[in-house]
């Protein structure tokens, strides 16, 4: 992954650089909607203003990474796909069907799903800084929920690796079982993916279960102090979404890990292709 990285620096250094500044203007909503009710309350339009600046400038932003990741992604799979099929010449027809997929999962997963992780980062770690401004004891309980969920997914992380790899080795002879025109194989091979596949799922549910429990906790706790501890409507409301917009970081980042880990296990896999080693 690394060296991929490396090779096609320019086109995810422009990529990222406008997530980066998408997902900091979306970490910015709950504190400027705050401040436009603050105004309004105030019978002053300031911070209607400022809200439809932000909106609009981070609407512009959303549709110029989306114009950009669709055309240099696209470049980045068709290169090594071509390079991947030349290079494996050694490999069945199964195989190289298999590893072009999953190098096509591979690609998309820097299109579609990185910029959700950065944001979600930035949106977490933007969260807990200017929570730590407005609420300091729903600040800590953030920090104490953080820790817990880290831990959840950290003791799964073998299992869940374990379960992708045996995902990926019956997805290799997919194309195999197809052409042996053999229904018996077909149907067990088929079976064989559906038992992987539940056992991930399974253990992302017990995984998220734990931690919604504290998230739930989290969230009563967190309305309660900012009713108690604030005056202003507009801070009221700003610490609540803040929560909440905490709460979908740490229920969406797990996911991403877990991706992650998948994309270890695949790239374990192409690490013989030098193109993507």
């Not at 820097?110 to 807990?128: A, D, K, M, S």
């Not at 739930?216 to 501890?229: K, N």
């Not at 700003?238 to 969406?252: E, G, H, L, P």
Request: hydrophobic letters at 50%; one cysteine or more; charged letters at 20%.
């Amino acid at each position: 992954m690394r060296k991929l990285l490396r090779r096609f620096a320019g086109r995810f250094v422009l990529t990222l650089s406008l997530v980066l500044l998408e997902a900091a203007g979306w970490t910015l909503f709950p504190l400027v909607i705050g401040r436009a009710i603050d105004s309004v309350l105030a019978d002053s339009v300031r911070g209607l203003y400022e809200f439809a600046a932000l909106g609009i400038g981070v609407m512009g932003l959303g549709i110029a990474r989306r114009f950009v990741d669709s055309r240099a992604y696209g470049r980045v799979f068709r290169r090594l796909g071509e390079e991947l099929v030349v290079q494996d010449s050694g490999g069945s027809t199964s195989t190289k069907a298999a590893r072009l997929g999953m190098l096509q999962e591979f690609v998309e997963f820097f299109e579609n799903q990185v910029p959700g992780l950065i944001t979600g980062i930035i949106g977490l770690g933007g969260t807990l800084l200017i929570l730590s401004a407005l609420n300091r004891p729903v600040f800590f309980g953030c920090l104490a929920v953080t820790a817990v969920s880290a831990a959840v997914y950290a003791l799964t992380g073998k299992l869940t690796t374990r379960y992708n790899q045996g995902f990926n080795d019956e997805r290799e002879r997919q194309v195999d079982a197809v052409e042996s025109g053999d229904p018996a194989r077909v149907g067990g091979h088929l079976r064989a993916l559906m038992r992987w596949n539940i056992k991930l799922s399974d253990l992302e549910a017990v995984n998220f279960g734990v931690v919604w429990l504290f998230l739930m906790g989290l969230l009563v706790f967190s309305i309660g102090s900012a009713a108690e501890r604030t005056v202003e409507y507009g801070t009221v409301f700003a610490v609540v979404m803040y929560v909440f917009q905490f709460t979908d970081s740490v229920i969406v980042l797990p996911l991403y890990y877990q991706q992650w880990l998948r994309l270890r296990e695949i790239s374990g896999r192409l690490g013989a292709i030098s193109a993507v080693a």
